[in-house]
């Protein structure tokens, strides 16, 4: 494509014809003879955190309907510039999207998202007041003359940010100004059908086998200081979800340390340890700290994955105020005992055998073990057990001597 100029709009009326989902927004760059030569059909949201006086935050927001294409968007110059598709929002965020192409495929060679910390609506007490700015590669790819076609939610992640596209229609290269016909899936939903051929007599779903304990293994955390995690832990998942013929199931599966990454990150107030696998998108537990009682906990856990089989394919929970695993800092928590944690009403983790430790690590060893109410109850059951066998042999040796005495006494002379 040769420009001469960039004409851009967002065209909101096309939900008359199917191609605005809920809050998705039809984003269109075209150049100067009118002509599109990028159209894109998404919605999207943001998770990212920030420094404020008190610690770290996170924050969540969406892109809103009202988001416009810029004109610095491009349809691209023919040997010398890919096209991109720039989208503003809020108070200086924006969206970028950059294309590139071969002879027969097209796609997004990377995504960019900067976000501007001096918007305290979305930034509330943020300690600073810059411009942020991060950007990844991408997987959106399509077919020339094809449009890209993903309904399941897909994540990027990148620093501390992670970007969700839901529901995408996206093309570039446009040959007749408008969404080809035909389309290029993404690899979520070939695994992951939105659609199943519709069964005469629905049946109740059959429960989900328990699997054995998980296996403990290591995930650990480091970061520019040095390591800020030790965590030997067994993982286990409780989920349950509605299918798409309207019944209830719950899942319960382990974590896999052989096949999962292990990632996270660490700041003077939160460390996270991320974990991903080709079961679950993204599995992070975030410890917080308390600085006038100097002790760490588990303050967060969230999870992002996808079941086929569910109404909604995309399982997403999260629990930013809980307060397990929680020890003085410099000390490491242990617990033998199994431990469950209801994040939310249909997701709760089963940990086994934890032994963790965060912020204040020493020598990537960990420090004076402070053992959880679990195991000290486990432990006051033998003692009380055994408390009142030694009361009841000392009761029946008591009880032997005295009638030993008497048997002995003999008669008293009159």
């Not at 995408?168 to 290269?173: M, V």
């Not at 005469?200 to 429960?207: C, E, L, M, Q």
């Not at 991903?276 to 992070?284: G, H, K, Q, Y």
């Amino acid at each position: 494509y040769f420009q001469k100029g960039v004409h851009l709009s967002v065209f909101s009326f096309l939900k008359i014809a199917g191609l605005v989902h809920g809050a998705s927004s039809v984003f269109i760059v075209e150049n100067g003879n009118g002509t599109a030569c990028i159209m894109a059909n998404f919605s999207a949201s943001f998770l990212t955190s920030y420094d404020t006086k008190s610690g770290s935050e996170n924050v969540t927001f969406d892109l809103p309907s009202n988001a416009k294409v810029l004109n610095t968007s491009s349809c691209g110059k023919e040997n010398t510039s890919d096209p991109s598709l720039m989208i503003t929002f809020g108070r200086g965020h924006t969206l970028t999207l950059n294309f590139t192409r071969n002879t027969t495929r097209y796609g997004v060679r990377t995504l960019s998202f900067v976000y501007n910390l001096s918007d305290t609506d979305t930034f509330p007490n943020a300690s600073s007041k810059g411009i942020k700015t991060v950007e990844s590669t991408t997987d959106i790819k399509a077919d020339i003359d094809k449009k890209y076609r993903c309904v399941s939610s897909s994540q990027i992640h990148v620093n501390n940010v992670t970007i969700t596209l839901r529901d995408a229609t996206i093309q570039a290269y446009l040959s007749n100004n408008n969404f080809s016909k035909g389309e290029t899936h993404c690899k979520q939903d070939e695994t992951s059908p939105t659609t199943a051929p519709p069964s005469p007599k629905p049946t109740p779903p059959s429960p989900s086998p328990v699997p054995e304990n998980p296996s403990v293994s290591q995930y650990n955390v480091s970061g520019s200081n040095g390591t800020c995690l030790l965590a030997n832990m067994g993982i286990q998942l409780n989920i349950t979800y509605e299918k798409k013929d309207n019944t209830t199931v719950t899942r319960i599966f382990n974590i896999n340390p052989n096949g999962t990454k292990v990632s996270g990150s660490c700041t003077s107030h939160l460390v996270t340890l991320e974990l991903r696998s080709e079961v679950i998108t993204l599995l992070a537990f975030t410890f917080g700290m308390n600085a006038s009682s100097s002790r760490f906990f588990l303050q967060e856990i969230q999870l992002n994955t996808t079941f086929p089989d569910a109404k909604d394919p995309s399982f997403k929970a999260i629990n930013d105020s809980l307060r397990a695993l929680q020890a003085t800092v410099g000390n490491s928590y242990k617990c033998n005992a199994e431990e469950s944690i209801q994040v939310t009403k249909a997701f709760s983790v089963n940990i086994f055998q934890v032994w963790v430790q965060a912020f204040k690590v020493e020598g990537d060893k960990f420090g004076t073990v402070e053992e959880c109410q679990l195991d000290e109850n486990n432990m006051l059951i033998p003692i009380a057990v055994g408390g009142a066998l030694a009361g009841l042999v000392l009761v029946v040796l008591i009880a032997y001597l005295i009638g030993r005495k008497r048997s002995h006494a003999g008669y008293q002379t009159i």
